[in-house]
């Protein structure tokens, strides 16, 4: 959706570069609030005796609530202004927070999981806009974006030192609480320095919400994960292939009334036109299988450091930490050199990122697991997805109209956080059965590594096509 001319900042003597400081703090907490929970995931489920399909729900109801309501965010901070949806969306996140925290029941800390990603969904949007209407030169534009990106890599290294430093601490008995509690004082914080340093936008009045879009699309991905999710757990009894089937009924309702939406000159939820632009198409294909992998994969391997080869969760994250690094590094070049080396440097990020993956086949096995077996995996996976993450947008953007600049990246980044979702509950599943089943988690493992594989194979059979 086009940002309409009302919604503009009016000049303001508030400097703007201090107010991206304070709203880059939505993006970084909520980024952390995904990767803090990786390693506390064996934790978690040790304190509640819950079922891997429960462990699951709660890394994926938190990307799906996250996923369905993006758009609606977005739109909500142009009817009522940025900043106001800004600070409520911190609000409830900080709320939703404390609930997961408290939470007396695996689950009641879904649920709040689930309502923490819908808070995180009308909060960050709006830090993307904000950036467009404070940063009116290209040049500053380009170099707060770049900030926004770094925050988020930021995010991922703190989100997963913290998880193990917190749940090794002994602040409080249930030590995993603390990866929840700690966003309260960031929260009240992050609401008071944005009424003091950042300018609210105006309003237009003529944005439409596009409520049964919402519930529609809501229920047809909910059904679709949540199903995949138990089905391993329980044995594919009939009622998740009904749900399954209800799923794929409900999201053809949905495209059928984005469809009629759009010939009625109303505003869906998501514009079908966006889908008749090929580089669009295949950047969002890629975005799919992409964020599948990457997701699941930090989930995984998260999991089997300490349930393998009985890692500490401190130790674990920060073998992630040392991760992390080359992958801002590799963000930082890729974005300076994308458009130098074109798709063949997206195709050689995939081939790192498989490297990576052949090499742990090779070294990840046995009792003992050394730093010199770790490091180098990590760094060259690191390095991999660092080149490839960054430029995907702009392969998606490529050939987008300006007009449609707006609606098309609130769909991208839905379908961003869909593929997490989904890609923990699929590929996340398949490790967690395995290992469940067969009690080798090297068969495990191995066998999440070779989907995990296949699907950076589409990717690059995809970025092919484009090249060509």
């Known amino acids: 959706m086009k940002t309409d001319q009302s919604v503009y900042i009016k000049q303001t003597n508030v400097n ?18 995904i990767f803090i929970v990786n390693i506390s995931t064996p934790a978690i489920k040790n304190y509640f005796h819950s079922s891997d ?28 202004g940025k900043k ?55 040049a500053d534009r380009d170099k707060a974006y770049g900030l926004y990106g770094m925050a988020l890599g930021a995010g991922a290294t703190l989100g997963q030192f913290l998880g193990g430093y917190f749940i090794t601490s002994h602040f409080i008995t249930d030590s995993w609480r603390l990866i929840f509690l700690v966003n309260l004082p960031f929260g009240i914080a992050a609401m008071l320095l944005t009424w003091l340093f950042v300018q609210e936008s105006g309003q237009n009045k003529s944005t439409r919400f596009d409520i049964p879009g919402i519930i529609l699309l809501t229920l047809a991905l909910s059904f679709l994960i949540y199903p995949v999710i ?84 401190f130790t674990a994250g920060n073998y992630f930490v040392m991760q992390s690094i080359p992958f801002l590094l590799a963000s930082l070049w890729s974005i300076k050199n994308a458009a130098r080396f074109g798709i063949r440097l997206l195709q050689a990020a995939c081939i790192l ?31 991999g997805s660092g080149l490839l993450m ?35 509950s699929m590929l996340g599943g398949v490790f967690l059965y395995l290992a469940r089943h067969t009690g080798n988690f090297y068969l495990a493992y191995k066998t999440a590594l070779f989907c995990m594989m296949g699907y950076l194979l589409v990717v690059m059979i995809i970025l092919n096509r484009i090249k060509r």
């Open 16 to 33: 703007p570069w201090v107010s991206l400081a304070v709203i880059l703090l939505a993006p970084l907490i909520s980024v952390i609030d």
């Open 53 to 80: 399909a429960a462990l699951e729900l709660v890394m994926a109801s938190y990307l799906l609530g996250y996923a369905v309501f993006l758009i609606t965010g977005s739109r909500t901070g142009d009817y009522l």
């Open 84 to 138: 106001k949806v800004f600070i409520a969306g911190l609000a409830a996140f900080t709320v939703t927070s404390a609930m997961c925290g408290l939470a007396t029941s695996m689950e009641m800390l879904i649920i709040s999981r689930l309502l923490q990603g819908i808070a995180a969904a009308f909060t960050v949007p709006q830090t993307i806009t904000l950036i467009q209407l404070n940063f009116q030169s290209p």
């Open 230 to 313: 138990q089905g391993a757990e329980l044995g594919w009894p009939t009622w998740t292939i009904a749900m399954l089937g209800a799923a794929l009924l409900l999201l053809g309702v949905f495209i059928y009334y984005q469809h009629w939406l759009g010939k009625q000159q109303r505003d869906p939820l998501v514009p079908l036109e966006l889908f008749r632009i090929k580089s669009f198409n295949t950047g969002i294909i890629s975005v799919l299988f992409f964020f599948g992998v990457n997701t699941a994969y930090i989930f995984v391997v998260a999991i089997y450091f300490q349930n393998g080869f009985h890692m500490s969760p």
């Open 353 to 383: 990122m498989i490297l990576a993956f052949t090499l742990q086949l090779i070294l990840f096995r046995g009792d003992v697991l050394t730093p010199w077996a770790i490091l180098p995996c990590l760094v060259i996976y690191g390095a």
């Open 390 to 424: 960054p430029s995907l947008l702009k392969v998606a953007m490529r050939d987008m109209p300006p007009a449609k600049a707006g609606a098309a990246s609130g769909v991208y980044t839905t379908m961003q956080q869909f593929a997490s979702a989904l890609g923990v």
